[in-house]
């Protein structure tokens, strides 16, 4: 069953605005932990920012922020005032509440125009 | 430098020939785990390794094996190769298997079965 769900394949984006790549999940576990990933043209995994299923607030990292909404099982992430170089693939991803397993959607590509 | 270091980083082979991919990481991570990234599938896992000694099956594991006989080496083997293997595969640490622990990722491994 999927787990991870980005509807998303591909956005486009203005230099310098704000863009939302969506991401919801589906666990019955109440302990996971959801991750965002970029990953740019030259193929490596880049960690973006971290959330816990039990953390109050929404994580921030920089220009990145995660919407939290446990309610609706979704995280999506933020990215403000986009940058050329914000162009790529992104991936959201969760954590089971093993720990060992994780679990990754199909990614959103994000192409950001100048 | 902290990193996870995979080797070969490109490989073309033909079916049935029993391949190795190293994985390394300089971190004194407990946890270790294979992805292999196909086109519209993103990032699925194939082994993971809790510790020394201690491998389970992600969600892919037919026909791959792995072994975890230092803290430090994760081996991706595949004893008899298909074409349905070729893909990107990434290697990926984290300190241990606490929620918050992200992964640090390999550069990927591009595997072409001929």
């Known amino acids: 069953a999927q787990k991870i769900t980005q509807t998303q394949p591909g956005m486009f984006v203005q230099e310098k605005e704000a863009v939302t790549l969506d991401c919801t999940y589906d666990?019955?576990?109440?302990?996971?932990?959801l991750f965002w990933y970029k990953q740019p043209s030259s193929g490596e995994m880049i960690f973006l920012i971290y959330?816990?299923?039990?953390?109050?607030q929404n994580a921030t990292e920089g220009r990145y922020s995660l919407n939290f909404q446990k309610a609706r099982k979704s995280a999506n992430l933020v990215i403000s005032a986009s940058q050329l170089g914000d162009s790529a693939m992104y991936f959201c991803a969760m954590r089971d509440y093993t720990g060992n397993q994780f679990y990754f959607g199909t990614g959103t590509s994000l192409t950001v125009i100048p | 430098e902290a990193q996870v270091t995979q080797n070969p980083r490109y490989l073309i082979t033909v079916t049935g020939k029993k391949l190795t991919v190293t994985c390394s990481q300089n971190m004194n991570h407990e946890y270790m785990s294979w992805y292999r990234q196909d086109p519209g599938l993103g990032l699925r896992q194939i082994y993971y390794s809790m510790n020394v000694e201690v491998t389970d099956k992600g969600d892919v594991p037919e026909g791959y094996k792995v072994s975890r006989k230092e803290k430090r080496n994760f081996p991706l083997i595949l004893e008899s190769p298909s074409p349905n293997q070729t893909s990107l595969y990434f290697c990926?640490?984290?300190?241990?298997?606490?929620?918050?622990?992200?992964?640090?990722f390999g550069p990927g491994t591009r595997l072409t079965v001929t």
């Open positions: 666990t019955s576990d109440p302990s996971y932990g």
């Open positions: 990926a640490s984290s300190l241990g298997r606490g929620q918050g622990h992200e992964q640090y």
């Open positions: 959330q816990g299923s039990y953390d109050q």
